[in-house]
């Protein structure tokens, strides 16, 4: 069965969390691999004869996924248990092969934090992560501690980013806070760098929906 509350689809799931976690093992296994794939393809060097011979084996591999899926994306589903899963997801999503994954953790002092690997699959100029990756991770990190633990739904109204230097492809640290709330705006501040040095900042303005 599936509710649309507002602009969100939520499907909910008669899958008990046990299944849900199993379930989870799995497809980690499979999106990983097809994220080592998407490096693959960028920095291989091997023959044009292999690349061919590969491609036929990647089509058919899809066609075997593409035999059962689902009409259209994924969307969240939860449970009774109070087990929810995004995994289609473009920054956190399980099955989702574009997504770092970026894992979300508490701050200390309030906010959430992460650390995700960015690689080949996120260069923009020559090296360097491309702008508007750094901003769609704080982007949803932001939304994340808007909704002060999924307390309630929050939808980004305007996010402004400030670029103190490049991002190094690599390891990148995110946190983010609550600065201030008025009425239905959460005022969120977050940081974007390396482990040694900001180099994003960005504020945000999100709006809790009047549905929700």
């Known amino acids: 069965m599936t509710e649309v509350i507002g602009l969100s689809a939520f499907a909910h799931s008669d899958l008990p969390t046990e299944e849900v976690e199993r379930q989870q093992e799995v497809y980690d296994a499979l999106t990983d691999a097809v994220r080592g ?10 023959p044009e004869e ?22 259209g994306p994924f969307g969240i589903h939860y449970n009774d248990e109070g087990r929810s899963w995004n995994w289609g997801n473009v920054v956190v999503g399980r099955r989702n ?12 002092g309030g906010g959430l934090r992460a650390q995700v690997e960015l690689g080949a699959a ?7 992560v491309h702008g508007g990756v750094t901003m769609l991770l704080l982007d949803h990190l ?10 309630r739904v929050t939808m980004t109204g ?10 190094p492809l690599g390891p990148v640290v995110l946190e983010g806070w609550i600065a201030r709330e008025e009425g239905r705006k959460v ?24 549905w929700a």
């Open 37 to 46: 794939l998407v490096d693959a393809t960028i920095r291989s060097t091997v």
């Open 50 to 71: 292999r690349i061919r011979s590969v491609e036929e084996r990647v089509r058919a591999l899809t066609e075997e996924l593409r035999s059962e899926q689902l009409p």
């Open 97 to 108: 092969a574009i997504a770092p994954p970026m894992e979300l953790l508490e701050r200390p």
């Open 122 to 128: 996120y260069e923009g100029p020559p090296g360097l």
């Open 142 to 151: 932001m939304g994340e501690v808007g909704s002060d633990g999924h307390r």
């Open 158 to 167: 305007t996010l402004t980013g400030r670029y103190a230097a490049p991002t």
């Open 187 to 210: 005022f969120v501040e977050a940081t974007l760098g390396t482990p040694e040095a900001v180099t994003v900042e960005a504020h945000g303005v999100f709006i809790i929906p009047s």
